[in-house]
């Protein structure tokens, strides 16, 4: 029986909805929702939807030089010579949204991640070279830009709606296995579902999305951006009517990050939590799993200061309910730093109502970082400071503390006594390593060969690193 995955796809847009309707005027106004009750209205069409939308679904081609080092053979080991290792060019295709009419589109991280080279192929055939203002694998969202040369190129507003239906009516445009863009109709099959990835609620449909499709655009019938299309659920790659989408809000937060900060940043209010099953919620005094518990708190973060506690539910942030931790963390990542949002909790057997101001993780202490250079077994190492902000950076855990391995250089000693990337130190000899530069005071102090003993944790392992190789003096 073959697997059962989630796979990523190439390009997808899923678009519903068009702004010449006679009711779109207000983009916040509610919608009438009918059932179809005579022949008639079954042969409407959604032509106007797609003419208004489908110029703003782009293509996307990505380039990646890949290294194939070759294997020793009869050839290499007769004569001891060493050939060049080969390259070949590899490619790839998606799909993307423009969002602002001055050329800001929008796809999926997975879509150009490790690209050397970006070109966008618009609807009408004309190409562009793109660059990569900012992405984030976590949410899997990227933010491209190309050069329209003043031109005001078709463009979908992103959705403020917050009205979005199971059974709502969606359309998917792309470019799936690269046979030209295409249209494909479904509806809303699900809300909310965050066991695809870490950091997202994904909007579930049944339109046929495939390999090729990833990046596109989900839109509602008033032709207003509702979720980028990222992954299918399917048992052969192909679509087995589960497509996955990137909500609005997420995408609406990334654009506007990327194009203020550079970047795109997401919010934290400083408390480690666990989604909450059934045992814990019978223990806890819940009707029934939801939330997210806090396991721990971040001293002097967002919500400590709120006067949140370990053993709190969280049960809702704003309007949105919690089900899970990954449902907490897709919240967040829709807030812009410093926004204050109220928070149901439960406490005691009881709700309890608190607000919490959401914020960027701070750089404290300082990064300071050193490349470590001396008579000593961690030569040609750089080290620095963790903290939440370089833990939300580099994708690590953000309530770490101490010391971190960030480079080794080939050759060194560092390299050839083991240490490797993502090594926090411990300590040195009896000496506790706190700072990068307490670190480095400890290496090149009064300490024998046979003293520099390093305690590390590797992934959750603690060892000592023993001294075997130390540079020239």
Do not use: C
Not at 266 to 283: F, L, Q, S
């Amino acid at each position: 029986m073959k697997r059962l995955f989630i796979s990523l796809l190439g390009s997808a847009a899923l678009l519903t909805g068009i702004s010449t309707l006679a009711d779109a005027k207000d983009p916040l106004a509610q919608v009438e929702r009918i059932v179809p009750d005579n022949q008639a209205q079954l042969q409407f069409s959604y032509a106007p939807v797609v003419k208004e939308t489908a110029p703003a679904v782009v293509n996307v081609f990505t380039s990646r030089r890949v290294v194939q080092r070759r294997r020793n053979d009869f050839f290499d080991f007769m004569f001891g010579s060493r050939r060049a290792p080969r390259e070949r060019l590899e490619n790839s295709l998606g799909s993307g949204v423009i969002v602002r009419g001055n050329g800001i589109i929008v796809t999926n991280a997975h879509v150009v991640n490790g690209a050397d080279e970006l070109r966008i192929v618009l609807n009408d055939r004309r190409e562009f070279e793109a660059e990569v203002i900012a992405e984030d694998k976590e949410t899997d969202v990227a933010v491209l830009k190309i050069d329209t040369k003043g031109e005001a190129l078709p463009s979908l507003n992103i959705s403020q709606r917050d009205d979005l239906e199971i059974g709502d009516i969606v359309l998917a445009i792309g470019n799936p296995f690269g046979v030209g863009q295409t249209v494909t109709s479904g509806i809303v099959s699900a809300l909310g579902r965050t066991n695809v990835s870490d950091s997202s609620s994904f909007i579930q449909t049944d339109a046929a999305v495939n390999p090729g499709n990833s990046g596109g655009a989900l839109v509602n019938l008033q032709g207003e951006l509702i979720g980028v299309n990222t992954a299918i659920f399917s048992r052969s790659g192909g679509s087995n009517g589960i497509g996955f989408a990137i909500p609005a809000k997420l995408v609406a937060r990334a654009v506007e990050s990327s194009i203020a900060e550079g970047r795109i940043v997401r919010p934290w209010i400083g408390a480690r939590t666990n989604g909450v099953d059934a045992t814990m919620a019978a223990a806890l005094g819940l009707d029934r799993s939801r939330g997210a518990i806090i396991n721990e708190i971040y001293k002097g973060g967002p919500a400590d200061r709120a006067g949140l506690e370990t053993g709190d539910v969280i049960l809702s942030l704003g309007n949105t309910d919690v089900n899970d931790d990954n449902g907490l963390r897709f919240v967040l990542a829709t807030l812009r730093p410093d926004e204050s949002i109220t928070a149901k909790v439960w406490r005691n057997d009881r709700e309890d109502i608190v607000r919490i101001k959401a914020e960027l993780p701070k750089e404290n202490p300082k990064r300071d970082e050193r490349d470590l250079e001396g008579y000593h077994p961690m030569d040609g190492a750089s080290v620095v400071n963790i903290s939440p902000a370089l833990g939300e950076e580099l994708g690590f855990d953000p309530y770490l503390k101490g010391v971190m391995v960030l480079t080794v250089r080939r050759g060194s000693a560092a390299r050839a006594n083991g240490f490797r990337p993502g090594d926090l130190i411990l300590s040195v000899g009896d000496k506790e390593v706190s700072s990068t530069r307490g670190l480095e005071s400890a290496l090149t102090g009064d300490l024998l060969p046979e003293e520099w003993e390093i305690k590390i944790d590797r992934r959750g392992q603690i060892g000592v690193i023993p001294t075997r190789f130390l540079p020239r003096q």
